[in-house]
Antibody, heavy 120, light 106 residues
């Protein structure tokens, strides 16, 4: 069955970096666009970034543009996001999600998330 | 950017009630709308896609309607497992979520 497992979260001071990973299994990872979505404590969902199935296209929310970099390793079925210049407002649970086949679609599978806390 | 506005923010209901949640887009998104259910500490779960298509395995008491800018999620007879927060999402232009509707026990 489809599984997405995030890792890499933790407590980091403002201005520092963190790299999150998402290990995929149970499906042909290379055939799907993948996303990062975050949820601040007690808040709603915010889309963060997307990478196309061939990694040729990447897009970011304005709130993270220039600071976050999404990438994928199809050989290891892993999605990653490099988060630099972290701010307190980046504190959130970060989910990876699979976009259902086709272009610009909804998310049919989500991981359980990893918590990032940006605090001194 | 397309903004998504859900109402109400909180809804108190009893088991067996018919529940309706509304989602409004700031501009037309055709039928590019999905609904998700989220329980505390858990990942969101896809319920409805393309405004009215029921995801496999989701009970038929859940239904979605709408197109353009106005959408609704209806639970025909609320069950104990349905107390959760529900989010709409547009995927017409990038991806945006509504702020969520918490369905709580009356």
């Amino acid at each position: 069955q489809v599984q997405l497992v995030e890792s890499g979260g933790g407590v980091v001071p403002p201005g520092r970096s963190l790299r999150l990973s998402c290990a995929a299994s149970g499906f042909s990872f290379s055939l799907y666009a993948m996303h990062w979505v975050r949820q601040a404590p007690g808040k709603g969902l915010e889309w963060v970034a997307v990478i196309s199935k061939d990694a040729a296209n990447k897009n970011y929310a304005d709130s993270v543009k220039g600071r976050f970099t999404i990438s994928r390793d199809d050989s290891n079925k892993t999605l990653s996001v490099q988060m630099d210049s972290l701010r307190p407002e980046d504190t959130a649970v970060y989910y990876c999600a699979r976009e259902r086949g086709g272009s610009h679609a909804y998310f049919d599978y989500w991981g359980h998330g990893t918590l990032v806390t940006v605090s001194s | 950017d397309i903004q998504m506005t859900q109402s109400p923010s909180t809804l108190s209901a009893s088991v067996g009630d018919r529940v309706t949640i509304t989602c409004r887009a700031s501009q037309s998104i055709d039928n590019s709308l999905a609904w998700y259910q989220q329980k505390p500490g858990k990942a969101p779960k896809l319920l409805i896609y393309k405004a009215s298509s029921l995801e496999s395995g989701v009970p038929s008491r859940f239904s979605g309607t709408g197109s353009g800018t106005e959408f609704t999620l209806t639970i025909s007879s609320l069950q104990p497992d349905d107390f959760a927060t529900y989010f709409c999402q547009q995927f017409n232009t990038y991806w945006t979520f509504g702020q969520g509707t918490k369905v709580e026990i009356k």
